[in-house]
């Protein structure tokens, strides 16, 4: 993936993943594109680390990409770890991210094959783009009562991993695993002073006072900024609701967790799991259901 292409899709875009993710991210690709400073929207900036952009998953073992899911036992296993993305084109993670459009076609597939009997959700993803997330996570909240579906966390299922989660007629997390981060976060990379530094000059020809909101060239406007608020406010709130419909949960619950997360026991104590098991155990289990 060329890291322009890279970039568009990481700063100024809604991006439901957990913060700490989002800034090994940010680091490692701040050299490659040039960036010497970057400021979330709350105003605090995040230093470059010296760390380079890993390929977890690229080869792992099994990763055949022309295989959408595993069947075990009748269970179908839906791989959802690393980073997630709207559009991938692969039916199973590479390079350290997994595609919404994989997902959905593994889990329609599933729900499709008579040999399947119940599918599990095999969950290890800080999160990623909202881009995509909630009309899967929908998709998959009304396949519920097809086929028994479960969500094995292992380890981590924060942000959009754990929206996917939710959707899930069963969630599972490990003692020392996470669930939670419903929120919402964007980053804005203000580049004015270091082109000043450089003697640079950006002037910008626009048709629209807005259409330059959020260019890096610029600083980010008070006017700017409470515009992307509102739409993050918007985004934030489709989360909450979301979450609360799939967990029968109280919305004013849910966004009280401020977008934390929370270990093993205390996200079940939480309402946002049901049973902390290792993922071994809890196949077991689904595989007992059936009989």
Request: contains cysteine; glycine residues 10%.
């Amino acid at each position: 993936m060329q890291f322009a292409h890279l970039a568009q899709r990481l700063f100024n875009v809604p991006l439901a993943i957990h913060p700490g993710k989002a800034e090994v991210v940010m680091a490692a690709l701040s050299e490659r594109l040039g960036i010497s400073r970057i400021v979330r929207m709350d105003g605090h900036a995040i230093q470059p680390m010296a760390s380079a952009w890993d390929d977890e998953g690229f080869n792992a073992p099994g990763n055949n990409p022309r295989a959408g899911y595993d069947l075990v036992a009748g269970v179908a296993v839906i791989q959802v770890s690393g980073t997630l993305v709207q559009k991938l084109g692969t039916l199973r993670p590479y390079s350290g991210m997994t595609g919404y459009d994989g997902i959905r076609q593994n889990l329609l597939m599933a729900v499709s094959n008579p040999d399947v009997k119940a599918i599990v959700l095999d969950i290890d993803s800080p999160g990623g783009e909202v881009a995509g997330c909630f009309d899967l996570v929908d998709t998959i909240y009304r396949a519920r009562g097809s086929k028994p579906i479960w969500a094995i966390v292992d380890e981590m299922a924060f942000s959009a991993g754990y929206a996917i989660a939710s959707a899930a007629d069963h969630i599972t997390v490990p003692r020392t695993g996470g669930t939670g981060s419903v929120g919402v976060i964007a980053m804005h990379v203000d580049w004015s002073q270091a082109l000043t530094d450089a003697g640079l000059k950006v002037t910008f020809i626009t048709f629209g006072d807005r259409k330059a909101d959020g260019a890096a060239e610029l600083p980010l406007s008070s006017e700017a900024l409470a515009r992307f608020q509102a739409d993050m406010n918007t985004m934030g709130e489709l989360f909450v609701s979301t979450v609360a419909r799939n967990r029968s949960l109280d919305p004013e619950k849910v966004r009280a967790t401020q977008a934390s997360t929370y270990l093993g026991t205390t996200g079940v104590e939480m309402g946002l799991a049901d049973a902390v098991m290792a993922p071994d155990a809890a196949f077991r289990a689904l595989v007992e259901t059936l009989g």
